[in-house]
């Protein structure tokens, strides 16, 4: 039975590592984190402002095409589950994506700008990912592809009926074992977990979704206007 390779789209400050840990309690499945980093970072200006970015640089394959055809060339479980930021396909060939099953993860603007901003401060909307799912829910539609929108909300306000759902959608069956897991560092983490994966180190499972009231600066409010017309878009077309 051939592999199944599934990619998760993310932006950032959303529940992709959680994802990830939840997949990596699969029997079946191997997981990967964020394979395509260092390669944006270096064809972007965000290595200036990333924090640990030099050790991200030096910690991974940089060559995208390179991390691609490994990617497609990893058979190392019936299942890999590989966890992406949709802006990290910055300046690549997507046609691989012919030969992987897409997921593209979104969260409410307001709640994930509030939190991005706490790491990197006043960050623009090419930063947060939204134009970028846009574009490649576009993309795979061309490829006739049926994408698979997420929407974080609905996975904490029920994990179990989310991830029945997205597993009948991936055609893999569901396993109980996806909704806990251990507290602390995997060891399949990036480099880049001391920076952004306390929260997911000091969980076991998905945590109730409790909305944010962190006010939005002056200064991101026409980024926070666009990213909510983009994620209408995602939200219009997710399971």
């Known amino acids: 039975m051939p592999t199944k390779r599934i990619c ?7 529940i992709s590592t959680a994802l990830m840990y939840s997949f990596a309690q699969r029997s079946d499945t191997a997981v990967v984190d964020e394979p395509l980093y260092a390669h944006y970072l270096s064809v972007s200006d965000a290595s200036e402002y990333h924090p640990g970015a030099k050790k991200v640089l030096l910690s991974q394959e940089n060559d995208g095409k390179k991390v691609i055809a490994s990617m497609l060339e990893n058979d ?10 949709a802006h990290h396909l910055t300046g690549l060939d997507l046609n691989f994506l012919n030969s992987t099953v897409n997921i593209i993860l979104t969260r409410e603007p307001r709640e994930m ?8 401060p006043n960050p623009s909307l ?6 970028q799912q846009v574009e490649l829910f576009e993309t795979l539609k061309s490829m006739e592809q049926v994408p698979i929108v997420l929407d974080s909300k609905k996975i ?13 959608r991936l055609e893999i069956p569901f396993q109980n074992e996806m909704l806990r897991w251990k507290a602390g560092a995997r060891k399949e983490d990036g480099i880049w977990a001391e920076h952004w994966y306390k929260n997911v180190h000091e969980s076991v499972g998905f945590a109730p979704y409790t909305p944010k009231n962190d ?9 926070l206007e666009k990213a909510e017309g983009l994620y209408d ?5 997710s399971i």
Do not use: Q
Not at 9 to 14: A, D, H, L, T
Not at 113 to 120: E, G, L, Q
Not at 233 to 237: D, E, M
């Open 8 to 14: 998760l789209w993310s932006g950032p400050r959303n």
């Open 76 to 85: 190392k479980a019936p299942v890999i589950f590989y966890k992406h930021m």
């Open 113 to 120: 700008i509030t939190s991005f901003a706490k790491v990197i």
């Open 126 to 131: 090419k930063d947060l990912g939204y134009k």
């Open 156 to 168: 904490l306000i029920n994990p179990e009926k989310a991830l029945r759902n997205l597993c009948n």
């Open 215 to 223: 006010i939005i600066s002056d200064d991101l409010k026409d980024v």
């Open 233 to 237: 878009i995602l939200i219009r077309n």
